[in-house]
């Protein structure tokens, strides 16, 4: 049976700066919304689904978050924050949905190098989602979208020998499982990307299948230890794309995710490039028309804040955008028009 394909067409992370509270959160997480839609291009309008995720009791993406951006009937799903990414991928399989928005947050350790800034230790993360005739469709996506190649979640398996950890089962049981939906061999893995606090029967699961620095895969070290995946998923996106510049792995094409929940279930995904290719170098993508024009700076090595004029760019129509909703996010004006931009 032939799996649809799906992609990841924008991405977006918003770092909290000081104490977390309930407003400041919500409008973290507006912000790291608007981006990934600035960054793939489309308003709020063009999503037919929410998932929201959460991360522990006080770390949750309301509803509010997405209407926001516009009361549209979009049904909005909550979901435990490790599964966002997969259970988005599985609405668009079933064909229930051509577009989502996926919103949730990761907690960085305190002790971990960030990737870039002074960024906060709690992160607001995203990623819209696609299917092919929606990407087919937007032809400016497809030199940027990278596709979802395989994804699989494993929970704990019983372990008769009490030498092995039922994490190392599960995760052998999760990458073994990704691999083959992706139709690749351990040693197609360019770049290894694991969820920090992996255990080390998950580095000796992970060592079994020859999807390590002693193989073919470069690993990235991913400061980030919660929920969603996607802060790591950023850095592999942006990787595809060549926007990393000099801590970019060279002829990359697949990259694998590895995180391992708390309750021992393992997920894992692979991403590579929508054409097949190897990540462009920089020099070859430094002057192209993407993302990064719309946001107004290359996501991968500065953060900033969202302006009014990013979010007017995204909402959805006017009619589905209550008048109060843009006092009530009391943004900034940067100046310009960007709408335009939206639609490049």
């Not at 009937?73 to 229930?96: C, D, L, N, W």
């Not at 051509?98 to 002790?111: A, K, N, S, T």
């Not at 596709?147 to 049981?173: C, D, F, M, N």
């Not at 009619?319 to 996010?329: I, S, Y």
Request: aromatic share 6%; with cysteine.
């Amino acid at each position: 049976m032939v799996v649809p394909p799906v992609y990841i067409a924008g991405v977006g992370i918003s770092h909290l700066k000081g104490r977390h509270s309930a407003s400041n959160i919500e409008e973290l997480a507006i912000s790291a919304a608007t981006k990934a839609l600035l960054d793939a291009g489309v308003s709020y309008s063009d999503v037919k689904h929410g998932i929201a995720c959460f991360l522990g009791d006080d770390l949750k993406v309301s509803k509010r978050v997405f209407q926001s951006f516009g009361k549209t009937g979009a049904p909005i799903t909550k979901v435990e924050g490790y599964s966002g990414m997969f259970i988005a991928r599985q609405f668009i399989k079933s064909g229930t949905s051509d577009c989502i928005l996926v919103v949730g947050f990761d907690q960085e350790e305190p002790h971990r190098k960030q990737w870039f800034g002074k960024g906060g230790r709690v992160a607001a993360v995203a990623a819209v989602l696609v299917n092919h005739t929606f990407l087919t469709s937007h032809a400016y996506l497809k030199d940027a979208a990278v596709v979802i190649r395989g994804a699989k979640v494993a929970s704990p398996v019983h372990s008769q020998s009490p030498l092995t950890a039922e994490e190392t089962l599960s995760t052998k049981l999760a990458i073994e499982g990704a691999l083959e939906q992706a139709v690749l061999a351990p040693d197609d893995i360019q770049i290894l990307e694991l969820r920090h606090g992996s255990n080390m029967s998950a580095q000796q699961a992970l060592g079994a299948l020859n999807v390590t620095e002693d193989g073919h895969a470069s690993p990235i070290s991913n400061p980030f230890v919660g929920s969603t995946g996607l802060a790591g998923m950023c850095e592999l996106v942006w990787q595809l794309r060549g926007w990393t510049r000099d801590r970019s792995v060279p002829n990359a094409k697949n990259c694998l995710q590895y995180t391992l929940g708390p309750d021992g279930t393992a997920y894992v995904t692979i991403i590579g490039r929508s054409d097949g290719k190897p990540a462009p170098k920089w020099e070859h993508v430094e002057h192209l028309r993407d993302g990064r024009e719309r946001l107004g700076y290359n996501p991968a090595f500065e953060s900033r804040g969202i302006t009014s004029e990013d979010w007017h760019a995204v909402r959805a129509d006017e009619a589905f955008v209550p008048q109060e909703t843009g006092k009530r996010l009391s943004l900034s004006a940067k100046g310009g028009d960007r709408a335009a931009l939206a639609r490049l």
